[in-house]
């Protein structure tokens, strides 16, 4: 690209200078004719003027006057008066300088309609053709200068160009080998990772299995009347702090909520009894780690947990806000009969029975589960989640200790 960018630009710019110039010096070419033929008109008119008078009368005075008046004209060579025997009688010329060219006219004389003899002149045509071809000349020039510099800014652009894209290129993964240009080379690197996405996409426009969890702190007011503002606002903070670290254990994303409510979803490409485990470990390791961080600061935390279940469509985007509008909806109104600590479950696509090979639950309420206990190993486990993400949010050394008052 650094050599084949500047190399088209360059023969663009070349085609356009020869067809440019080809086309100024046609029209050079037809200016310089057309003042040449102005210029012999008009010299010679003036000369008739003149001349058969003073040819009538034979006066070699007034027409060596005329012919040296009509050579004061820096384009006319010189100006000639020859008789009815084509014989010179008198004749100016411009000895300053030597004309490249010259163009020769001559035109009869009529003295009372009997042949008086001739003018002839010379023009300069040359320098007719100099003065009209000065202009084409800057053009060239210009030309020139524009194309060389537009030439040498595509050459350092397209340089820096081609060696970025290198760059990106070895740092993609594929195969080193020479796979031609730089931008077919980046296509090459990027065509699996443009067919893993596509298959992302794909899987995306189908939805995922979504479960929403909502904790809804019961105690909201109480807490704004016992805390000043400074106060309220830490523990709302270490709270946001404690629920992004558990997220980033258990691939959660947290979401909008409602004044005093915690709002986050953990998806899955299918509904499974194991998508539903890993969301109650998650909601239970952070109601774990609130009640540590609650004796810790000395305050009453009531939290109830819910989790509600759905298909939601990643896009169109409205369709994906609507369905987690419904599932927000769901989980409200199943907060408003849950007590401090309670975690709820809501799923049409299990019963107790089946839950209970992941986790020990009592009915609640019609579709709605909640949940008492894991097993012993699970608990283990989960014990070591929780303590681990103590010692991140809790035990910090620039973390603060001291009760909420």
């Not at 975690?343 to 089946?354: A, E, K």
Request: glycine content about 4%; some cysteine; charged content about 20%.
């Amino acid at each position: 690209m650094a050599k084949k960018l500047p190399a088209l630009v360059l023969s663009v710019g070349v085609l356009f200078g020869l067809l440019s110039w080809l086309l100024l010096k046609h029209h050079s070419d037809n200016l310089a004719n057309n003042a040449l033929q102005f210029k012999s008109t008009a010299t010679l008119d003036r000369l008739l003027d003149k001349v058969p008078s003073a040819a009538l009368n034979n006066d070699t005075i007034s027409i060596q006057v005329a012919l040296q008046k009509a050579t004061e004209d820096p384009l006319i060579h010189s100006a000639s008066f020859f008789d009815q025997t084509d014989q010179l009688k008198a004749q100016s010329a411009r000895s300053d300088r030597s004309p490249s060219e010259l163009a020769i006219f001559s035109r009869p004389i009529e003295v009372r309609e009997t042949s008086g003899g001739r003018v002839e002149i010379t023009v300069d045509r040359g320098l007719i053709i100099a003065t009209h071809q000065r202009s084409t000349l800057y053009w060239l020039l210009l030309w020139v200068l524009f194309t060389g510099l537009v030439t040498y800014g595509c050459y350092r652009y397209s340089e820096q160009l081609s060696r970025r894209i290198a760059v990106l290129v070895n740092r993609l993964p594929g195969n080193s080998a020479t796979l031609g240009d730089e931008i077919n080379a980046l296509e090459k690197r990027l065509e699996p990772l443009l067919a893993l996405s596509l298959e992302g996409d794909n899987e995306s426009s189908n939805g995922y299995f979504c479960t929403l969890v909502s904790a809804k702190l019961i105690n909201r007011q109480r807490l704004s009347a016992q805390l000043n503002r400074d106060n309220l606002e830490r523990l709302f903070e270490t709270l946001d702090y404690c629920t992004l670290r558990t997220l980033e254990l258990y691939g959660g994303h947290r979401i909008e909520g409602a004044e005093g409510t915690i709002n986050f979803y953990i998806r899955s490409t299918e509904c499974s009894k194991q998508h539903l485990l890993i969301c109650l470990m998650a909601v239970y390791s952070l109601q774990q780690l609130l009640e540590r961080l609650s004796d810790q600061r000395g305050i009453d935390l009531e939290i109830a947990w819910t989790l509600c279940s759905d298909n939601v469509a990643m896009v169109p985007i409205f369709s994906y806000h609507e369905q987690m509008g419904r599932l927000k909806q769901q989980s409200i109104q199943l907060a408003e009969k849950l007590h401090d600590g309670m975690i709820v479950l809501h799923t049409t696509l299990y019963d107790g029975d089946q839950l209970s090979t992941i986790a020990r639950f009592v009915t609640y309420d019609k579709d709605c589960y909640a949940l008492q206990a894991f097993t012993e190993e699970r608990q283990l486990l989960l014990e070591k989640q929780i303590q681990h993400l103590a010692n991140i949010c809790l035990y910090e050394p620039n973390a603060e200790t001291a009760p909420l008052t």
